[in-house]
């Protein structure tokens, strides 16, 4: 099966290489013959690929050993599931994984599009074959094929990275890499509009369900890997701005301003020329974030070894595009001129427009902050690190302002917002948000921030259960129905809309609870089995903390793991007990590095978190000293990170009610009220035309 892949990979370059051609030309020359064949070839490079990538689980599974790549990333000692998850692990196999599942999504357009769309279908498969054949040409010519195979044959390989052998790490990178190629649909009929010259909203409205899913895809797979780093990394957070982190939270930052900005398109018209530029740089960072990681230019837990090659290969690559980009959009400059005009500074397209503004400012000051390190190195040769203050003190204002906008956006009028509108949509929530404020300053809570932030979350919750109460109630008044069923036909009857403020709410609750980080409690202490130490809560109890003393175990080999310690700790909390924690040190068979394994209890109010530190006698430990127990414990106090989860999950379901298709029997009424609440402007990107 290994050498069959091996030979799929090569067939599928020239039959990608022959879809392109044939895209281009078909399109070109109206030839339905070339177009059928073009849109052929992807169907086999799609089934070729799949074949390659079969090979490569099919070399892991063999502990095929004389294969370079397998021998980087697996060895006999582990397990089933991590060996077949090695496809992504390291830089080989995950451009493999990136192309082939590119190809699956070009296949599914196509299929799709089969009967339908003609007029775009020549140059999207152009697109799409040429994007296949330069991940092909990488893993080709770049030194980075998976089935490169080594001059002997090691008896044993040196095993995956303990820190990714977690169930997290496992499902984080494929869903970003779903998020990265499910936007090369977008952009693929993009350019085609501008090579046929259909520019008006037509090639946004066949895939405002693809930008959905990569919007989806995206924001899940930042909040996987967010998880990932907060129970696997031991360093007490989810976030720490790495270079490659930010690389996946560009391309999620651009596709919510286009998502956001094309509402202003089919709704007026204008904007045109700003969403063709939309999904240009949101595809260039999808590919930007790919070369950041698979270079190793940029120093980061996620990213691989350095690879001088592949980075002037994607270098080129992402000029090319640029370039040819720019040039159709100033050749189709006349077709792109806005039908509208922005009427009044207090609208909808004011406030989208002004959203978009602060997304790109968020994304600007991420962007140069990730790269500035390289620059900087390449100008005066020395090495120069940005870290989390940066991010933190550039962008914490742009978030509150679009935290606020989340609220404002989706119920000021269009053109121009009346006194009346303003006071009718606003008032209400404005108090209520300075009443959240005063009273948690009244109950203590002094951090400004964080005030500021739950004044806004506050304002935003109001805005969307005042929209929620106002359609149901209507619908439920007009119809007859319960207001359990209002609601839901209330939904089910514009998905797009009801389902964007879903979205929003998962946003307000992830921003509730950033702004719990002020509050954060992080304490160290040198332990010995029978000691106690006492950490205050946020909130006003008060944990005691006993540590039980240290085990020590030996892996012989078994999961890679050469030896664990193991930290024991009783919790109580005001004196009642609340079970027991551990926390770890680990030596792996394949890393000199000790890895550590955190002790986490999560409520719905805060986690209490334990990180064994280090350990006095490790030499001891192992050795069963009993005098050899002390270690040292970091205990922190994190209110409000469970909600980052649930937020996610809200989050989710939101994108999917908003991607689902909305119920079309819905009876017209004669009453405008219902008119109102059942198809009135979206509340988050897409969730209404």
Same mark, same amino acid.
């Given at each position: 099966?290994?050498?069959?892949?091996?030979?799929?990979?090569?067939?599928?370059?020239?039959?990608?290489?022959?879809?392109?051609?044939?895209?281009?030309?078909?399109?070109?020359?109206?030839?339905?013959?070339?177009?059928?064949?073009?849109?052929?070839?992807?169907?086999?490079?799609?089934?070729?690929?799949?074949?390659?990538?079969?090979?490569?689980?099919?070399?892991?599974?063999?502990?095929?050993?004389?294969?370079?790549?397998?021998?980087?990333?697996?060895?006999?000692?582990?397990?089933?599931?991590?060996?077949?998850?090695?496809?992504?692990?390291?830089?080989?196999?995950?451009?493999?994984?990136?192309?082939?599942?590119?190809?699956?999504?070009?296949?599914?357009?196509?299929?799709?599009?089969?009967?339908?769309?003609?007029? /775009?279908?020549?140059? +999207? #498969?152009?697109? *799409?074959?040429?994007? &296949?054949?330069?991940?092909? %040409?990488? @893993?080709?010519?770049?030194?980075?094929?998976?089935?490169?195979?080594?001059?002997?044959?090691?008896?044993?390989?040196?095993?995956?990275?303990?820190?990714?052998?977690?169930?997290?790490?496992?499902?984080?990178?494929?869903?970003?890499?779903?998020?990265?190629?499910?936007?090369?649909?977008? /952009?693929?009929?993009? +350019? #085609?509009?501008? *090579?046929?010259?259909? &520019?008006?909203?037509?090639? %946004?409205? @066949?895939?405002?369900?693809?930008?959905?899913?990569?919007?989806?895809?995206?924001?899940?797979?930042?909040?996987?890997?967010?998880?990932?780093?907060?129970?696997?990394?031991?360093?007490?957070?989810?976030?720490?701005?790495?270079?490659?982190?930010?690389?996946?939270?560009?391309?999620?930052?651009?596709?919510?301003?286009?998502?956001?900005?094309?509402?202003?398109?089919?709704?007026?018209?204008?904007?045109?020329?700003?969403?063709?530029?939309?999904?240009?740089?949101?595809?260039?960072?999808?590919?930007?974030?790919?070369?950041?990681?698979?270079?190793?230019?940029?120093?980061?837990?996620?990213?691989?070894?350095?690879?001088?090659?592949?980075?002037?290969?994607?270098?080129?690559?992402?000029?090319?595009?640029?370039?040819?980009?720019?040039?159709?959009?100033?050749?189709?400059?006349?077709?792109?001129?806005?039908?509208?005009?922005?009427?009044?500074?207090?609208?909808?397209?004011?406030?989208?427009?002004?959203?978009?503004?602060?997304?790109?400012?968020?994304?600007?000051?991420?962007?140069?902050?990730?790269?500035?390190?390289?620059?900087?190195?390449?100008?005066?040769?020395?090495?120069?690190?940005?870290?989390?203050?940066?991010?933190?003190?550039?962008?914490?204002?742009?978030?509150?302002?679009?935290?606020?906008?989340?609220?404002?956006?989706?119920?000021?009028?269009?053109?121009?917002?009346?006194?009346?509108?303003?006071?009718?949509?606003?008032?209400?929530?404005?108090?209520?948000?300075?009443?959240?404020?005063?009273?948690?300053?009244?109950?203590?809570?002094?951090?400004?921030?964080?005030?500021?932030?739950?004044?806004?979350?506050?304002?935003?919750?109001?805005?969307?259960?005042?929209?929620?109460?106002?359609?149901?109630?209507?619908?439920?008044?007009?119809?007859?129905?319960?207001?359990?069923?209002?609601?839901?036909?209330?939904?089910?009857?514009?998905?797009?809309?009801?389902?964007?403020?879903?979205?929003?709410?998962?946003?307000?609750?992830?921003?509730?609870?950033?702004?719990?980080?002020?509050?954060?409690?992080?304490?160290?202490?040198?332990?010995?089995?029978?000691?106690?130490?006492?950490?205050?809560?946020?909130?006003?109890?008060?944990?005691?903390?006993?540590?039980?003393?240290?085990?020590?175990?030996?892996?012989?080999?078994?999961?890679?793991?050469?030896?664990?310690?193991?930290?024991?700790?009783?919790?109580?909390?005001?004196?009642?007990?609340?079970?027991?924690?551990?926390?770890?040190?680990?030596?792996?068979?394949?890393?000199?590095?000790?890895?550590?394994?955190?002790?986490?209890?999560?409520?719905?109010?805060?986690?209490?978190?334990?990180?064994?530190?280090?350990?006095?006698?490790?030499?001891?430990?192992?050795?069963?000293?009993?005098?050899?127990?002390?270690?040292?414990?970091?205990?922190?106090?994190?209110?409000?990170?469970?909600?980052?989860?649930?937020?996610?999950?809200?989050?989710?379901?939101?994108?999917?009610?908003?991607?689902?298709?909305?119920?079309?029997?819905?009876?017209?009424?004669?009453?405008?009220?219902?008119?109102?609440?059942?198809?009135?402007?979206?509340?988050?990107?897409?969730?209404?035309?």
């Amino acid at each position: 099966m290994t050498i069959l892949g091996e030979y799929a990979l090569w067939i599928a370059l020239p039959i990608s290489v022959w879809g392109v051609l044939l895209g281009y030309v078909g399109g070109r020359t109206q030839r339905g013959d070339y177009v059928l064949s073009a849109e052929r070839s992807i169907y086999a490079v799609f089934f070729l690929l799949v074949l390659a990538s079969l090979g490569v689980v099919s070399a892991f599974l063999g502990d095929k050993f004389e294969y370079w790549y397998v021998a980087s990333y697996s060895n006999r000692e582990m397990e089933i599931f991590y060996k077949i998850t090695g496809l992504w692990a390291g830089q080989r196999g995950s451009l493999l994984f990136w192309a082939v599942i590119l190809a699956f999504f070009s296949t599914l357009c196509v299929f799709l599009n089969r009967k339908k769309n003609r007029e /775009f279908m020549p140059y +999207v #498969a152009g697109v *799409l074959q040429t994007i &296949l054949t330069f991940f092909l %040409i990488v @893993l080709l010519f770049a030194d980075v094929n998976p089935f490169e195979q080594l001059a002997f044959t090691p008896a044993n390989g040196q095993g995956l990275n303990p820190q990714l052998q977690n169930y997290w790490m496992t499902i984080h990178p494929p869903t970003l890499y779903l998020g990265f190629t499910a936007f090369t649909i977008p /952009f693929a009929f993009a +350019v #085609a509009a501008l *090579l046929n010259g259909r &520019l008006d909203a037509r090639w %946004i409205e @066949l895939t405002h369900r693809w930008i959905l899913l990569s919007w989806l895809f995206l924001a899940v797979g930042i909040i996987f890997g967010m998880r990932w780093a907060y129970e696997e990394l031991g360093w007490g957070g989810y976030w720490f701005w790495d270079p490659v982190e930010n690389a996946s939270l560009l391309p999620w930052l651009t596709a919510t301003a286009f998502l956001h900005s094309i509402q202003i398109q089919e709704k007026r018209g204008m904007l045109k020329v700003w969403n063709m530029s939309l999904v240009l740089l949101t595809f260039l960072l999808t590919i930007f974030a790919t070369f950041l990681t698979r270079s190793g230019l940029i120093e980061s837990v996620h990213s691989f070894a350095q690879e001088l090659k592949i980075a002037y290969i994607f270098l080129s690559f992402m000029g090319i595009v640029l370039l040819a980009c720019i040039l159709l959009i100033i050749y189709r400059l006349p077709k792109l001129q806005s039908e509208n005009s922005m009427q009044s500074f207090l609208s909808r397209e004011s406030a989208f427009l002004f959203n978009n503004l602060m997304l790109l400012g968020f994304a600007f000051a991420v962007f140069w902050g990730t790269i500035f390190p390289l620059v900087a190195e390449g100008v005066t040769g020395e090495k120069i690190s940005v870290g989390p203050p940066f991010f933190e003190k550039v962008n914490f204002p742009i978030g509150l302002v679009l935290l606020a906008l989340a609220g404002i956006g989706p119920v000021i009028a269009w053109r121009r917002a009346t006194k009346r509108n303003l006071q009718k949509n606003f008032q209400i929530p404005i108090c209520v948000g300075l009443l959240v404020a005063v009273s948690l300053w009244m109950a203590g809570a002094r951090h400004g921030l964080a005030l500021v932030t739950w004044s806004v979350c506050a304002f935003v919750l109001t805005i969307i259960a005042t929209e929620f109460w106002k359609g149901t109630q209507a619908r439920a008044r007009i119809e007859g129905e319960g207001y359990a069923v209002a609601l839901f036909h209330l939904v089910t009857r514009n998905r797009r809309r009801w389902g964007g403020y879903i979205v929003h709410v998962g946003i307000v609750m992830i921003y509730f609870a950033f702004a719990g980080a002020a509050y954060n409690v992080d304490e160290r202490q040198h332990m010995l089995p029978g000691d106690q130490v006492d950490i205050t809560s946020p909130f006003g109890h008060t944990y005691t903390l006993t540590y039980e003393g240290l085990s020590v175990s030996l892996g012989r080999g078994q999961r890679n793991l050469l030896w664990q310690a193991i930290a024991t700790v009783s919790v109580e909390q005001d004196g009642v007990a609340k079970g027991i924690l551990t926390t770890e040190k680990r030596q792996y068979v394949t890393s000199d590095q000790l890895m550590t394994e955190v002790g986490i209890r999560s409520t719905v109010r805060e986690d209490l978190y334990l990180i064994l530190s280090a350990m006095d006698d490790v030499d001891g430990a192992l050795s069963a000293n009993s005098g050899a127990q002390g270690i040292d414990l970091q205990v922190l106090v994190k209110p409000f990170v469970a909600w980052i989860w649930f937020g996610g999950v809200i989050l989710a379901l939101g994108t999917v009610i908003a991607l689902w298709p909305s119920v079309n029997r819905r009876r017209r009424s004669t009453r405008p009220e219902l008119e109102a609440v059942t198809t009135d402007a979206p509340a988050m990107a897409g969730a209404a035309r």
